[in-house]
């Protein structure tokens, strides 16, 4: 079985170092967007803020099981976040326990970012994934540390070529491991908080305390170092999508990290490159916030049918160009269930009133809205 060096076999983590130059021009610019989604959240109105916190921590939810191969239902958590933000009872099933159970460690990193990490807070998050002391069909040890004798490897390859990308310390070592993790953790500090959440997301996914859930927990672990930093606004920063998104390379980088020598500045780079390009995509969805509402009030005289209502907040909910091929007289068909005349009278309708705008004619007709710079969607 091939294997290599392991960073834990010979680390002393208060010697990890970074490039201070390198790393702090990747900060600087970081920060530069991270300030800008907090002046424009501040912008909003409240029910508008809270509905976008609301899809946003949904999404956080999906994404962070999802980087561990596990698919939730997307309406069941909307629901169980919208019951939590008292925004109301979102249509849809319930959330099972262990969906809940993410929310509530979730919604703790945040609302209790303040109170120290703990051996009891940890393994209270590690339970609350899972209540009933499964993982699938194994059943693991919940709300302790490992404590079995055989090495936790993560390993790929054919049986007989197996390669090692991943070997936790010996499970007799977790609880000082873990000792001097929180001591650090809980330490004030004159570091960046951006440079704490990757030094502390690789201390602890390399310690790997738990039998099972070390992901998920090492991602809330992320929430509360942003949510000291940035409150409520760090929710709308969605850095498991983000991970999600560069999975290969999340795990790359932390395979690298925890391989290499003790300089970490790759991988602190890298780590806050995504804080960065989260906060730009966070931008983006405020922007069209800020649009769907300018346009809904521009437009609030116009009495509109339900169906009309719903085919303008798909395009507005698409943002510019995200509704491929603009809206058609077939597409309005298949999404509102009306006959094709009365399709057809709908969008004509909506365009004499100034909501949408007509692109090309006869069979390649197609609708945008009238909102400067969106005609893209009909392209």
């Not at 091929?325 to 005349?341: D, N, Q, V």
Request: proline share 4%.
């Amino acid at each position: 079985m091939k294997t290599r060096r392991l960073i834990w076999q010979d680390l002393n983590w208060p010697k990890l170092h970074y490039d201070v130059a390198l790393v702090g021009a990747e900060i600087a610019r970081a920060r530069r967007a991270q300030g800008v989604v907090e002046g424009k959240l501040a912008g909003l109105g409240v029910d508008q803020g809270t509905t976008l916190v609301a899809e946003a921590w949904s999404q956080e939810a999906v994404a962070t099981a999802a980087i561990e191969g596990e698919r939730l239902d997307l309406l069941a958590v909307r629901s169980s976040v919208a019951r939590r933000l008292g925004i109301g009872m979102e249509k849809g099933p319930t959330a099972p326990r262990h969906v809940d159970g993410l929310l509530d460690i979730m919604d703790d990193a945040v609302n209790k970012a303040a109170d120290p990490l703990t051996h009891e807070r940890l393994q209270a998050w590690q339970a609350a994934l899972f209540p009933t002391g499964f993982s699938g069909m194994a059943k693991i040890l919940v709300g302790a540390y490992r404590v079995h004798a055989e090495p936790m490897q993560i390993v790929s390859g054919r049986i007989g070529r197996e390669q090692v990308h991943f070997e936790a310390p010996p499970s007799s070592r977790v609880p000082a491991d873990m000792d001097a993790f929180l001591d650090w953790f809980n330490a004030p500090t004159e570091g960046d908080s951006l440079v704490q959440a990757a030094l502390a997301h690789l201390w602890f996914e390399t310690i790997h305390p738990f039998e099972d859930g070390n992901g998920r927990v090492g991602r809330v672990i992320i929430d509360l170092v942003l949510a000291r930093d940035s409150g409520e606004a760090s929710r709308l920063m969605r850095i498991s999508q983000r991970l999600l998104e560069s999975r290969d390379d999340y795990y790359s980088e932390l395979e690298r990290a925890q391989h290499g020598p003790l300089d970490v500045t790759q991988w602190v780079m890298w780590f806050i490159a995504q804080v960065r390009v989260a906060c730009e995509e966070a931008s983006v969805v405020i922007d069209q916030s800020l649009e769907k509402a300018r346009f809904w009030h521009a437009h609030q005289d116009k009495e509109l049918s339900p169906r009309q209502r719903k085919m303008l907040n798909v395009l507005l909910d698409a943002g510019p160009g995200g509704f491929e091929g603009g809206m058609s007289t077939k597409k309005y068909e298949s999404l509102t269930g009306a006959s094709r005349a009365t399709s057809s009278r709908d969008l004509t309708e909506l365009e004499h009133k100034g909501l949408l705008l007509r692109v090309g004619s006869g069979r390649s007709t197609r609708y945008c809205l009238a909102i400067l710079g969106w005609d893209k969607q009909s392209r």
